[in-house]
T-cell receptor, first 118, second 113 residues
Framework: AQKVTQAQTEISVVEKEDVTLDCVYE???????LFWYKQPPSGELVFLIR??????QNEISGRYSWNFQKSTSSFNFTITASQVVDSAVYFC???????????????FGKGTSLLVTP | EAQVTQNPRYLITVTGKKLTVTCSQN?????MSWYRQDPGLGLRQIYY???????DKGDVPEGYKVSRKEKRNFPLILESPSPNQTSLYFC????????????FGQGTRLTVV
C-alpha cells in the first residue's frame, strides 16, 4: 500500500499565484519523520524540510510554508507568490522505523510536477 | 564541500554486461541507500546500509547487489543488467537512520539495451 500519497500529479500556475502541494501519509508508528524534496529540471534532489511527528508547528521559510496536521495525516506545502524558478517536481517522503530496533525506511510519494509560467 | 558523488552520470550498456555504479560520501555518514526513479512511480529504495558490512534489501532489490566495505563507499552492482533496469539511480547518505535529512548524489541515468 502506498504510504505517501501525492494526489496531484501535475499543477500549472501563473507566476505570482499561490500554490499548495498536498501530501497525505499513512503510518502506525508514533515516531516518524516527514520530508519535502525538490527536484528541479537539472535532476538533483534538494532537501527542503524535515518534520518529526511530535512537532506539529507550521513552518515558514521565505515564500515556502508547510502545514502539518496529524489529525488528517497531511503535510502540505504552500508556495506563496510562485516564481518560474519554482518549476520542479516536489516529493513528499515519510520515514518510519521498519521494525523495533531497525533502521528507518524513507518512503517517497510519486511526486507533483509544478510548472510556473510567466 | 559536503557531497555525495556518483559515477558515472550517464551509462548506456547492453543486456547482461555487468556494471557498477559507484557512490562516495565525504560526510562520515553511517546510513547510505540506493534508489531508482521511474516515471509515475517516484523513488523506490533498492538497498540500504546502516553501517560498514551491514546491508539490507529495500523495496525493489531484485537484480541488484551492494557492498559496504568502507564507510564512505556504497557501490551498486548489476551483475546481469536487463532493459527493465533502465532508470535514474540515486545514492543517498544521512547522518542517522532516516530521521535526518538525506543527501543525494547527482543521479546516474542508466540505459540497458
Amino acid at each position: 500500500a502506498q504510504k505517501v500519497t501525492q494526489a496531484q500529479t501535475e499543477i500549472s500556475v501563473v507566476e505570482k499565484e499561490d500554490v499548495t502541494l498536498d501530501c497525505v501519509y499513512e503510518t502506525r508508528d508514533t515516531t516518524y519523520y516527514l520530508f519535502w524534496y525538490k527536484q528541479p529540471p537539472s535532476g538533483e534532489l534538494v532537501f527542503l524540510i524535515r518534520r518529526n511527528s511530535f512537532d506539529e508547528q507550521n513552518e515558514i521559510s521565505g515564500r515556502y510554508s508547510w502545514n502539518f496536521q496529524k489529525s488528517t495525516s497531511s503535510f502540505n506545502f504552500t508556495i506563496t507568490a510562485s516564481q518560474v524558478v519554482d518549476s520542479a517536481v516536489y516529493f513528499c517522503a515519510l520515514s518510519e522505523a521498519l521494525f523495533i530496533g531497525s533502521g528507518y525506511a524513507l518512503n517517497f510519494g510519486k511526486g507533483t510536477s509544478l510548472l510556473v509560467t510567466p | 564541500e559536503a557531497q555525495v558523488t556518483q559515477n558515472p552520470r550517464y551509462l548506456i550498456t547492453v543486456t547482461g554486461k555487468k556494471l557498477t555504479v559507484t557512490c562516495s560520501q565525504n560526510m562520515n555518514h553511517e546510513y547510505m541507500s540506493w534508489y531508482r526513479q521511474d516515471p509515475g512511480l517516484g523513488l523506490r529504495q533498492i538497498y540500504y546500509s546502516m553501517n560498514v558490512e551491514v546491508t539490507d534489501k529495500g523495496d525493489v532489490p531484485e537484480g541488484y547487489k551492494v557492498s559496504r566495505k568502507e564507510k564512505r563507499n556504497f557501490p551498486l552492482i548489476l551483475e546481469s543488467p536487463s532493459p527493465n533496469q533502465t532508470s535514474l539511480y540515486f545514492c543517498a547518505s544521512s547522518r542517522q537512520q532516516g530521521n535526518t535529512e538525506a543527501f543525494f548524489g547527482q543521479g546516474t541515468r542508466l540505459t540497458v539495451v
